[in-house]
């Protein structure tokens, strides 16, 4: 049971230090504006529109991974004697995305509910802006999404959102990253 109560312990304490790096990443794009620096350096509007999003996705799925191979390293040669199945390593990635994922909907309220409320009506203009500028999106279905994106940058949607799709994503994630993460004994290190 005690390696039980160590895991945990572990994986909460390295799903906060993923927060933090998560919420460090947020804080350094709403304070340097990502999106006006790729604007500034690419010409072209229509690669800045998807440009930013694919960097955004990249980077979370390096975060993921840098915190989940760190803390089932960390786990498997301070509990594991060198060694990691890949249950406790999912459960490490599981526990990590849990703790993760709370923390991350707290600050996400309090920023758009206490430290800049307008944070989220300004992203929702932004998208609607690049709805509109959009040749390749039909007039006739611009009106359902602006009207459906309108509806979803509230800051209780947002935060519904993260609760949703983070777990979901930094589960999958973790599962593949379990994989790289665990150690087997040797056949002949058992007998």
Known sequence: MN???ELIKHAVIFGLMMAGAFILFDLLDYTFDFKLIIKESVENETVTL????IITFFTSIAIFAVFYIWAGRTYRNKFGDGYLTYGRAFMICL???VASTLVMALYTY????????????????QAIQAIQDNANIPDERKEDIIKRMTE??????????SLTSAPIF???VGSIVALFM??????????
């Open 3 to 5: 390696k039980n109560k």
């Open 50 to 53: 998807w440009l930013l999003p």
């Open 95 to 97: 526990i990590m995305a």
């Open 110 to 125: 309090l920023f758009y509910y206490l430290f800049d409320p307008q944070r989220a009506a300004n992203s929702a203009q």
């Open 152 to 161: 979803g940058f509230t800051p209780f949607r947002m935060v519904i959102s």
């Open 170 to 172: 930094s589960i999958v």
């Open 182 to 191: 665990r150690k087997r004994e040797k056949i002949s290190e058992v007998f």
